[in-house]
């Protein structure tokens, strides 16, 4: 069945610095939505991507969708504390269904 | 606004015992509605899914089931629960025939011993 893949499974920065977290799929997909999870907590939808080469903003956070519709990235500048949590794609595809990735966990040092 | 609740927040249970948790949404109707599972430190698996009142669609064979007795209720269940059942379990809701975003309850530690 479908995969979605995500890179790294752990990342761990110093406050200020940037990150990234990648996202890819084994199939072409109609849309790719990004999620929050702070520690403890739930899932919270944060956007959703619909077009090929799609790339939104939010604050300081840049959000792709890959030409292909098979790859995403989300990039944080100058990370915070706030930033702290795990970050999880998922994709819809051609069966209806969302996939989710496996998350990115990120850890930050004040 | 649309709100989803989920009860209880944790539970710890013994092997062999019961187990339901419950799941409400409000300020919606005619919901899609979704059960998941969190392993410790890992993502999220689809459980069961559910379209309409008495319809669940079953992701992975468990000793678990599902049922939508209601538009906006949604019940996660076990006759026997085993310890690979603990997790943290999350409910979530998203409009039929909208946008596919969704959107989760506080979740359920369960906790199996």
């Known amino acids: 069945g479908q995969q979605v893949m995500q890179i790294p499974q752990y990342q761990h920065v110093q406050e200020g610095e940037d990150f990234t977290t990648y996202c890819n799929s084994s199939?072409?997909?109609?849309?790719i939505q990004w999620y929050k999870q702070r520690p403890g907590g739930h899932p919270v939808f944060l956007i959703q991507?619909?077009?090929?080469?799609e790339v939104k903003k939010q604050k300081r956070l840049t959000f792709q969708f890959g030409e292909a519709k098979k790859n995403s990235s989300l990039h944080i500048t100058a990370t915070q504390t706030t930033d702290v949590g795990t970050y999880f794609c998922?994709?819809?595809?051609?069966?209806?269904?969302?996939?989710f990735g496996q998350g990115t966990r990120l850890t930050i040092n004040p | 606004s649309q709100t989803i609740h989920q009860w209880p927040a944790t539970l710890v249970q013994p092997v062999g015992s019961p187990l339901s948790l419950e799941c409400t949404v409000e300020?919606?109707?005619?919901?899609?509605l979704y059960w998941y599972r969190q392993a410790a430190g890992r993502g999220l698996q689809l459980l069961f899914y559910?379209?309409?009142?008495?319809?669940i669609s079953s992701e992975v064979p468990q000793n678990l089931s599902a049922s939508r007795p209601q538009d906006r209720q949604f019940i996660l269940s076990s006759k026997k629960l085993l310890l690979s059942d603990s997790g943290f379990y999350l409910c979530?809701?998203?409009?039929?025939?909208?946008?596919?975003?969704?959107?989760f309850g506080p979740g359920t530690r369960l906790t199996v011993t």
């Open positions: 979530a809701w998203r409009a039929s025939g909208g946008t596919w975003e969704q959107y």
């Open positions: 199939t072409t997909l109609s849309n």
């Open positions: 991507l619909v077009k090929s080469g």
């Open positions: 998922a994709g819809r595809n051609r069966a209806q269904k969302l996939v």
């Open positions: 300020g919606t109707s005619n919901p899609n």
């Open positions: 559910s379209v309409g009142i008495g319809q």
